[in-house]
């Protein structure tokens, strides 16, 4: 027997049996001298780096919910001699030691007992959640714990008999900030394919790795890989992405998303692993419809764990049960979340079978068939949900949401009343209830929406970013840049905010800083095509157009049908004096949009520098064709026109696009040139002088007006 002497003379602690052996040393129980208290006390093989001594005082000083509580850490224990008691002699513990929370068991012995055979898939998957939230709670602290599997995963009983989970063994910790590339440490059936070869530095995505094959373990019973494998590993035989999928899918005790989510987990790539939260929220999902709240859904599994209560009712349960509505209800989510709707839909219909009065079944079969565009079926499901249940605030508000997208407005504003009927703090409605007023262009309505919204959730980045588009059309420019600064201040990686603020910049003419928004919209989301496309169109202002050429390209690279970049990138090449390569945009242009008014227009343009004149005027008839009121196009028209030497026809054009817009300065001044053609001095002098009012900085119109003043005053 030992003893150990504490810097804390409350914590003595007297050892007894070796409890098992980790990479730090061997851990032996003990009880606090004069006590029943038991703890376990870890004795060190090795000195400790400074690494793991600043880990070790974190997790003391700090208090989580799945890691070992730490309560006593002695680096230099006391010097003192042995004690003998009748014929026991009790040595000191002479090498750091550290004291910490005793369990009843390590998990990897537990998965041996037969309770942990006989638990339900559901129960599984809380107890790897609670893993989860415990290697979460280290990587708070920017450590990698590097070792993870089952044995270093502590099992706690409390007196209801739920089973806690935490974890331990911090021998092979290492902070992130320091640069890791250490090949094989840890455990070989559980360590990541970078680990092992030592390919590429490493991080948080090693431990991820490590989850996925004890998830797969938990799940199945026995490790992901066998001694085969680990052994063509050993001689450097790398193990592919498709031997891992074949394992995963050859295994007939998972189910499909059990299947999905572990080859998201176990990807050979480490940039393609799923993050910790997204693993966190995946299993949520697979275990509670997202409407329970978080304190119900532990409250939930609580149930779930009281086998005296329960135990009758899991002997007759299957790990999915096909005639319980609640677990189609649950599968069905977490189908609709995966994105497979169809089968989300087959899932909730089956629960309305058990179940004709299962709101939650219709309203989230309405949130699919919307995903799915099937938009009056899902408006049916939303009123049947809200037949059930006539204060279902969340089925009014998704019905609300969905007229707004079938511009159906006043009824949907009649929905969020409603939502707001029930629950006046109901951000997300007013947030909505603002977004189709600002679509029925009730500018100042719909900014009070979003301000009310963001009374009650300061924080909402949606309300701020909308309440920006709100001021923008306002021509509240100053005030729509502030929003967007404060929804980046909450989300800094909110793409749509840095794009909105670019197009208030755009209309201020600060072309760079909008620029620079564009720029940082698409870095965070690399396929933003409208990001691309607007930063075209600045880039155009600038007169970059080589630039601009690149990013249009890459808009379209990203949305082969987007029209309206076809066309900007054949402006911008024409601007470069590139008229065939700007025709051939034009053509793609209007294969996809055939009556596109804007492409014939500029295809017109293009043709007339080539001098195709007469192929000019029949892309102007036809832009005027699908466009009767395009003044633009007339005006092109009559340019055209006066090149052919037909003034009559261009004059008329000109008087066209006047009529139209009637301070159109461009019509006045190419309206003078060709009345000078033809000698109509006078009123050439007048269309000058007219262009002149309409834009005093119009430096071609005075320079015409001058010739031509010198001309009619010569001849008198």
């Known amino acids: 027997m030992f003893y150990a002497i504490s810097n804390n003379e409350k914590m003595n602690i007297i050892r007894y049996e070796e409890l098992g052996s980790g990479t730090e040393g061997q851990v032996y129980v003990g009880k606090i001298h004069g006590t029943e208290r038991k703890v376990a006390v870890k004795q060190f093989?090795?000195?400790?780096?400074?690494?793991?001594?600043?880990?070790?005082?974190?997790?003391?000083?700090?208090?989580?919910?799945?890691?070992?509580?730490?309560?006593?850490?002695?680096?230099?224990?006391?010097?003192?001699?042995?004690?003998?008691?009748?014929?026991?002699?009790?040595?000191p513990y002479l090498e750091p030691f550290i004291v910490m929370e005793?369990?009843?068991?390590?998990?990897?012995?537990?998965?041996?007992?037969?309770?942990?055979?006989?638990?339900?898939?559901?129960?599984?998957?809380?107890?790897?959640?609670?893993?989860?939230?415990?290697?979460?709670e280290l990587h708070s602290l920017y450590y990698i714990h590097r070792d993870l599997k089952p044995e270093n995963f502590v099992c706690f009983f409390d007196q209801e008999n739920k089973t806690i989970i935490k974890l331990t063994d911090f021998g092979l910790v290492k902070d992130t900030n320091a640069t890791i590339k250490t090949a094989n440490v840890g455990t070989a059936s559980y360590m990541a394919p970078?680990?092992?070869?030592?390919?590429?530095?490493?991080?948080?995505?090693?431990?991820?790795?490590?989850?996925?094959?004890?998830?797969?373990?938990?799940?199945?019973g026995q490790p992901l890989f066998n001694q085969q494998i680990l052994e063509q590993c050993d001689n450097d035989v790398r193990i592919s992405q498709i031997q891992v999928d074949l394992l995963i899918n050859q295994n007939k005790k998972l189910t499909k998303l059990e299947s999905d989510i572990l080859k998201q987990i176990l990807k050979i790539n480490q940039e393609e692993r799923l993050k910790m939260n997204e693993i966190i929220d995946s299993i949520n999902t697979m275990l509670e419809d997202r409407e329970i709240n978080f304190s119900n859904r532990c409250s939930s599994l609580i149930n779930l764990h009281q086998y005296n209560e329960t135990n009758n009712y899991l002997d007759r349960s299957n790990d999915f049960r096909p005639n319980y509505e609640q677990d189609q209800l649950n599968l069905g989510v977490s189908l609709k979340n995966s994105m497979k709707y169809n089968e989300a839909i087959e899932c909730f219909?089956?629960?309305?079978?058990?179940?004709?009065?299962?709101?939650?079944?219709?309203?989230h079969k309405g949130n699919s068939l919307s995903y799915l565009k099937k938009h009056d079926e899902a408006n049916q499901c939303f009123d049947k949900a809200i037949q059930i249940q006539p204060n279902y605030e969340e089925a009014w508000l998704s019905k609300g949401i969905l007229l707004n997208k079938n511009k159906r407005f006043i009824e949907a504003l009649e929905c969020y009343k409603k939502v707001n009927s029930i629950n006046s703090n109901n951000a997300e409605a007013h947030l909505n209830k603002g977004i189709t007023l600002h679509e029925l262009q009730r500018y100042q309505e719909a900014l009070e929406c979003f301000v009310l919204a963001i009374s009650i959730r300061s924080n909402y980045v949606e309300a701020y970013n909308n309440k920006g588009i709100s001021l923008k059309n306002l021509k509240r420019y100053y005030e729509a840049i502030e929003c967007y600064n404060k929804a980046v201040q909450f989300k800094?990686?909110?793409?749509?905010a840095y794009f909105n603020k670019g197009l208030v910049l755009k209309n201020l003419k600060k072309f760079h800083d909008a620029l620079e928004c564009y720029s940082k919209a698409i870095l965070i989301k690399s396929n933003y095509e409208q990001a691309y496309f607007q930063r075209g169109i600045v880039l155009q202002e600038l007169k970059r157009h080589e630039e601009a050429v690149q990013s249009f390209s890459n808009a379209i690279l990203i949305n082969p049908n987007f029209e309206?970049?076809?066309?900007?990138?054949?402006?911008?090449?024409?601007?470069?004096?590139?008229?065939?390569?700007?025709?051939?945009?034009?053509?793609?242009?209007l294969s996809i949009k055939p009556n596109f008014e804007q492409a014939y227009n500029n295809m017109g343009i293009s043709l007339k520098n080539l001098k195709k004149y007469n192929e000019a005027l029949e892309c102007y008839n036809k832009a005027i064709f699908y466009k009767p009121n395009y003044e633009e196009a007339y005006l092109n028209k009559g340019t055209t026109l006066r090149k052919l030497k037909r003034?009559?026809?261009?004059?008329?054009?000109?008087?066209?696009?006047i009529q139209i817009r009637p301070n159109y300065e461009e019509a006045f001044f190419n309206k003078g040139i060709t009345l000078k053609n033809v000698k109509r001095y006078n009123a050439a002098i007048e269309c000058f002088n007219r262009a002149i009012s309409i834009k005093s900085t119009y430096e071609k119109a005075r320079k015409h007006l001058r010739h031509l003043t010198q001309l009619v005053q010569s001849k008198h």
């Open 194 to 220: 970078e680990v092992k070869f030592m390919k590429e530095e490493y991080g948080y995505s090693i431990d991820i790795w490590s989850m996925g094959a004890i998830f797969y373990e938990i799940l199945i």
């Open 102 to 136: 005793y369990a009843n068991c390590n998990f990897k012995d537990y998965m041996k007992n037969q309770e942990f055979m006989d638990l339900q898939s559901y129960q599984k998957y809380d107890i790897f959640l609670q893993m989860l939230e415990g290697v979460k």
């Open 647 to 657: 003034y009559d026809e261009a004059i008329e054009c000109y008087n066209k696009a």
């Open 45 to 91: 093989k090795t000195k400790l780096n400074d690494g793991q001594v600043n880990c070790l005082f974190r997790l003391k000083n700090e208090k989580f919910l799945n890691i070992v509580q730490i309560y006593e850490i002695n680096l230099y224990p006391k010097q003192i001699q042995s004690i003998k008691l009748g014929n026991v002699e009790f040595k």
């Open 492 to 496: 800094p990686d909110y793409e749509e």
């Open 349 to 363: 219909n089956q629960a309305i079978i058990i179940n004709p009065n299962n709101e939650k079944a219709y309203f």
């Open 564 to 589: 309206e970049a076809y066309v900007n990138k054949g402006i911008s090449l024409k601007s470069l004096k590139k008229y065939n390569a700007a025709i051939t945009c034009y053509k793609k242009s």
